[in-house]
């Protein structure tokens, strides 16, 4: 699994709004506290809002919001949708694959299936709402470091 910018950067967005249920944030706001080219952004939350992730709201007060509680989109959702499968090495894939013709004598085949399931396990199992609350713990721990530089 390889996360690219786009991923990284739909990661952080689903995130900062993860931040802000209930206040539809502006294009703008997101890509400044999440430092994402603004343009790059508009194409993202398109491609969430077609994934399911995301919605728009018009108007003066408009914005993105998500479309589902926080609690219910886990990381694995969201990689698997703007990235594709979490396996490391495509042999391994459980869906469309390419078995190899060794893969019954291959060590190699059986550590990437146990490194794949693993990943599948671990991003399938944090919610944005966690990862949002293990965001404030560090800010908080953040902000006790600066206070003692003062």
Known sequence: MKITFKGDY????ILELSAR???????????????????FLEQILLSLKKGGFVRSLRGRSGGYELARAPEKITLGQVIRFVEGPVEPIGCVLKKGGTRCDFADRCVLHDV??????????????LTFAELRD?????E???????????
């Open 10 to 13: 739909a990661l952080k967005a």
């Open 21 to 39: 249920v209930g206040a539809p944030q502006r294009i703008e706001e997101i890509a400044k506290h999440q430092d994402i080219p603004v343009k």
């Open 112 to 125: 990437f299936d146990e490194i794949g399931v693993y990943l599948a396990r671990k991003v399938d199992s």
């Open 134 to 138: 293990r965001q404030k713990k560090k």
């Open 140 to 150: 908080i721990q953040g902000k006790k470091y600066l206070d003692y530089s003062i």
